[in-house]
Nanobody
Framework: QVQLVESGGGLVQPGGSLRLSCAAS????????MSWYRQAPGKQRELVAT???????NYADSVKGRFTISRDNAKNTVYLQMNSLKPEDTAVYYC?????????WGPGTQVTVSS
């Protein structure tokens, strides 16, 4: 069982920045593909960004050029740097860890972009 704990969410003005962190409780962290998802009220959960065990990255079109996913295997942590935030980025952001058939989710952290 892997536990994921997100942090770094909050209220930010449009154009601002936030950095989300997700700490994982596994010594095999480097073997997992790590992703960030988000779910806005009344909408389905959507994939925001992924970083593989080989540090290949992939982004949703809506966040390309604004968000950056990274990982620190020594700290068992994945990050999501979010710049130029827009009101439509408002959502609960979830951390996801996946390895073969194993998949784990964090409880989520709220990000609100509003003036």
């Amino acid at each position: 069982q892997v536990q994921l704990v997100e942090s770094g969410g909050g209220l930010v003005q449009p154009g601002g920045s936030l950095r989300l962190s997700c700490a994982a409780s596994t010594i095999a962290f480097s073997l997992y593909a790590m992703s960030w998802y988000r779910q806005a009220p009344g909408k389905q959960r959507e994939l925001v960004a992924t970083i593989t065990s080989r540090t290949n990255t992939n982004y949703a079109d809506s966040v390309k050029g604004r968000f950056t996913i990274s990982r620190d295997n020594a700290k068992n942590t994945v990050y999501l740097q979010m710049n130029s935030l827009k009101p439509e980025d408002t959502a609960v952001y979830y951390c996801n860890a996946q390895r073969v058939v194993l998949e784990y989710w964090g409880p989520g952290t709220q990000v609100t972009v509003s003036s």
